[in-house]
């Protein structure tokens, strides 16, 4: 079956950096578009980042543009989300995820795969 597991996540101070991780199996990875997500305490699920199949493509939340890029390694089937300058405001658990023949990389209800989560947390 599809798995996906994220890793990295952690306590960081406000301006620091961390490098979350995605391990994926049971899917032919380099068919399938990925993206990053958060969830805030108490909020919605909101887009954080998207990757082509390829790579070739990216698109980023307004609130993380410039600050943290997403990447990806086909051959080892693992999709990164590294966030630079980090905010109280990045609080959240970030989830990775999948989908083929994606048609809008900002909605979440349009990938067919999930993480578990992985809880990061920025103090001021």
């Known amino acids: 079956q599809v798995q996906l597991v994220e890793s990295g996540g952690g306590l960081v101070q406000a301006g620091g950096s961390l490098r979350l991780s995605c391990a994926a199996s049971?899917?032919?990875?380099?068919?399938?578009?990925l993206g990053w997500f958060r969830q805030p305490p108490g909020k919605e699920r909101e887009f954080v980042a998207w990757i082509s199949w390829n790579g070739g493509g990216t698109a980023y939340g307004e609130h993380v543009k410039g600050r943290f890029t997403i990447s990806r390694d086909n051959t080892n089937n693992r999709v990164y989300l590294q966030m630079n300058s980090l905010k109280p405001e990045d609080t959240a658990v970030y989830y990775c995820?999948?989908?083929?023949?994606?048609?809008?990389?900002?909605?979440?209800?349009?990938?067919?795969?999930w993480g578990q989560g992985t809880q990061v947390t920025v103090s001021s």
């Open positions: 995820a999948a989908a083929s023949n994606l048609a809008i990389p900002t909605m979440w209800t349009t990938y067919a795969y």
């Open positions: 049971g899917l032919t990875f380099s068919r399938y578009d």
